[in-house]
């Protein structure tokens, strides 16, 4: 390439690498030349020759990849990355503790940037070393546990207990928690969210909390189960967007969607064409992966100011399902 380029080897280098001290003229030479021969730099191999050794690479672990939410914080990132010219290596840890730490040492054996991690482990001190040499982190949806990172999140205990507050104010004292796995941050920051505004509305309210569901037909089977109590809730709180699908289902194959009331957890597509329409705790992953990753590539251009948790608002977005009124109301 040098020689079609009329350049010398350090000169093509400087221009793949995009650095500095190079005269218009020979980057456009080496331009045309990379065209010419349809070059691709290696990462690796340029990594060890650039001055500041990046891969132009990051780690992205995330619970489930196919999950609309976390898809969209996927999304999200690649375009902030791609920006700065660096590819995203994304990886689902199934929730699964051993499978995480196996997916962040395959990253940081690969020498990434940086790493932004939704994790399920409850101590995430290991990575303190990969933090002591250089790497940056940054959290999404679930905070650090043991560790000073920076992290992106929703106040998941104020949001549930707002949606919960919602199917109180219109009457509701029999109510259900419809729930993730109690291993999950969130899920335990939201079961604490909807009890808090149980026991504020008073003595009452009866609750029933279903937990540690973790597919769409578990959660189907389970609301089908509370629909089948002697009195059985009539109003749901559903604290996760595959468990909200499993309940629509339940509610919808026994004909009593218009009799129960649902709020659920994150926004689900095509949720404003049932019938009605699903009335949701909407977080904004696309939010959280953007600032996740612009914070990620703060640290990586040279920020160097104390550890933050940035928290993104939820917010109600109100469609039928969560205002249906309790018998005799």
Sequence with gaps: MAALAGVGIKTVSRVINDEANVSPGMRQRVQSAVVALNFQPHQGAGALRRADHKTRTLGLLLDAVDNPFSATINRAVEAVASRHGTAVFAASSDDDPERERSLVDVFTRRRVDGLLLTMIGQDHGYLQAEREQGTPLVFLDRPPI?????????????????????????????????????????????????????????????????????????????????????????????????????????????????????????DLLLADLLEPGVTVMAQDPARIGTLAAERLFDRLGGSSGPEETVVVPAALVVRGSGEIAPPGR
Excluded: M
Aim: charged letters at 20%.
């Design 146 to 266: 043991g560790l000073l990172a920076d992290a992106v999140v929703t106040d998941n205990h104020a949001a549930a207990r707002t949606a919960t507050e919602h199917l109180l104010a219109a009457g509701h004292r029999r109510v259900a928690h419809v729930g993730d796995e109690l291993t999950i941050s969130t899920a335990r920051d939201r079961r604490q969210g909807f009890t808090a505004a149980v026991e504020a509305a008073g003595p009452d309210v009866v609750a029933h909390h279903v937990d540690d569901l973790r597919s769409e037909a578990e959660a189907e089977a389970a609301v089908r189960a509370l629909l089948d109590l002697a009195e059985p809730p009539t109003a749901l709180f559903t604290a996760q967007n595959l468990v909200t699908i499993g309940a629509l289902r339940a509610l919808h194959g026994t004909g009593r969607q218009h009799e129960v009331a649902l709020v659920g957890f994150d």
